[in-house]
Structure formats: C-alpha cells, structure tokens
Nanobody, 121 residues
C-alpha cells in the first residue's frame, strides 16, 4: 500500500520560511518523479514544483520560482519543499504526489493527504 505523508506545515508570518517533508512508503521511491501541489481556500489545485527521479531536473511555476526549492533524498524515501519569503497568497493545503515528471496533476498516480500552510500578513 502506497503512503505519502506530508509534514512541516504550520503558521508563519509573511517573509518567513517553512520546510515541508513528504515521506513515501510502499513504492520504489527512486523510480518516481515527485511533485508538490497546493490548493488554497476557494481556489483550484495549483502545481508548485516537480523533481525527477534522480533529482537532476526540477521545474517550478513563475509564482514560486526563486522562493521555493524542491529536493529529494532517495536513501530516506523523502521529498522536501523549502519555502522562503512566504506570502499570504501561499496559504493553502500542500500535497505531495508521486508519478511522472511534469506540472500536470494527471502525471501523478499517488497523493498524500496534505499539510496546511498559513501565512499571516
């Protein structure tokens, strides 16, 4: 049974930082690209970051580029999202996903349950 468990969310002031983690089990982690998505209140799900199986390729939308960094540790079956210079607009539930490299939700076969990130102004 595949499980993706996110952690590290919380309440932070604008300009602050958080690091999210996603621990994977039940799959060959190093064979899967990993992604982060988010869904803010009243908003559609939004792509945040993706990383290839080796970690050699990453991709971000303009909304987070330069502020967020995705990384992975295949020895620990964990993917991370370092978020710096957070803005109130980054408030959302953040989900990690495992599948194929790319920005589309349909690229991913497995999803975590999410962790809440709230950025206060």
């Amino acid at each position: 049974q595949v499980q993706l468990v996110e952690s590290g969310g919380g309440l932070v002031q604008a300009g602050g930082s958080l690091r999210l983690s996603c621990a994977a089990s039940g799959l060959t982690f190093s064979s899967h690209a990993m992604g982060w998505f988010r869904q803010g209140p009243g908003k559609e799900r939004e792509f945040v970051a993706t990383i290839s199986w080796s970690g050699g390729s990453t991709y971000y939308p303009d909304s987070v580029k330069g502020r967020f960094t995705i990384s992975r540790d295949n020895a620990k079956n964990t993917v991370y999202l370092q978020m710096n210079n957070l803005r109130p607009g980054d408030t959302a539930v953040y989900y990690c996903a495992a599948g194929s490299y790319g920005p589309l939700g349909n690229n991913y076969d497995y999803w975590g349950r999410g962790t809440q990130v709230t950025v206060s102004s």
